[in-house]
């Protein structure tokens, strides 16, 4: 694992200094402080996606539960313009974990392959967003301003650039993960499940149980995503809500290292992942690169990093003698 973050980590800075070489702008202010704005999305999401892929899992969904999630907080808080803003994220991660529990239980009980359940609530998620908001946008004048500021305002400034408060919670959401997956036997047993599943069967690892679990918490991290989407953005369309994220998050989590085959990942590389993927983001676009490309980049990305990951272990395996 070390080797990979290593290796995400340089990926990082030959990716940050090749974009300054070429647009000194892009370490400007304004430039860094878009790549903190966009990292959390990306972070609090693939904390999620990093238990799933570790179990031998996906969930496609996400970007689906994040959009369904960022409607259903929004049109409540534009319904209750008085609420304090606990209820609004009451609401996102409620909502969340409904859907990730629905995903959950076709997978867990119903024994549907991951790829296709997942692939059906993507869909069949993103027909309810259109359904619950009839096609109506939330605008930024139905979110009350304390939810701006979570994108706004934050307890680092320095020259132009300020650490929002939506980075600092979603560094708290990873640390708590770290926390989980190291330090409690259900984490453990997680990573157990992945590397191999028949094993922790015989074991008495909960297999159901523990795959129910790792979707139901993708589900609840997705509906805080969501609302800080909302505040990321200041509105939530029906149309583009959550739209393309999940390639955007599996990909910043293959490439900090989790293996697609199960069994190994850490905190620390999605960190580095998601921060990757920030920075390719905004330098698209500072380099005046098309977003239609962009597309192309994540794919490759997932791509080169399978790719690299299957080299070297079997390097490894060579230098052992397993082959």
């Known amino acids: 694992m070390k080797h990979r973050e290593i290796r995400t980590l340089a990926l990082l800075l030959i990716v940050i200094v090749g974009a300054a070489l070429r647009a000194p702008r892009f370490i400007e202010a304004t430039s860094i402080n878009s790549i903190l704005l966009w990292a959390p999305l990306l972070i609090v999401v693939g904390m999620g996606q990093m238990l799933v892929i570790v179990t031998r899992g996906i969930d496609v969904s996400v970007g689906s539960m994040v959009g369904l999630s960022a409607m259903a907080s929004g049109m409540f808080l534009r319904s209750h313009p008085n609420t304090p803003l606990v209820w609004g994220v009451a609401v996102a991660l409620l909502v969340g974990a409904a859907l990730g529990a629905i995903n959950a239980s076709v997978i867990a009980y119903g024994r549907v392959p991951a790829i296709i359940a997942t692939l059906g609530s993507l869909s069949a998620y993103r027909g309810l967003i259109f359904i619950l ?8 004048n139905d979110l009350p301003d304390s939810l701006s500021r979570w994108s706004s305002e934050g307890p680092i400034h320095l020259g132009g650039v300020t650490v929002p408060w939506l980075l600092v919670a979603a560094l708290g959401i990873a640390a708590l993960a770290a926390w989980f997956v190291r330090r409690t036997r259900t984490g ?11 094993a922790a069967r015989l ?8 795959t129910f679990l790792v979707y ?17 953005f200041g509105f939530v369309n029906p149309g583009t ?3 393309g994220l999940e390639l955007i998050v599996i990909a910043a989590v293959v490439i900090g290292g ?20 920030g920075v390719i983001n905004v ?8 977003a239609t490309w962009q597309q192309l980049v994540y794919g490759s990305v997932i791509l080169i990093a399978v790719i690299l990951d299957t080299l070297a272990r079997r390097s490894a395996m060579r230098t052992s003698g397993a082959i």
């Not at 074991?203 to 523990?210: A, D, H, L, S």
């Open 203 to 210: 074991r008495g690892i909960p297999v159901t149980r523990i």
């Open 241 to 243: 809500a959550g739209q």
């Open 258 to 277: 989790v293996n697609v085959t199960g069994g190994s990942g850490s905190v620390v590389g999605v960190l580095l992942g998601c921060f990757l993927l």
């Open 188 to 198: 453990r047993d997680i990573f157990s499940l992945g590397s191999h599943p028949e």
């Open 133 to 140: 908001s009839h096609g109506v946008q939330v605008d930024s």
């Open 283 to 290: 330098a698209l676009s500072v380099l005046g690169i098309d």
């Open 216 to 232: 139901a918490i993708t589900g609840a991290l997705c509906g805080l995503a969501g609302l800080m989407y909302a505040s990321r």
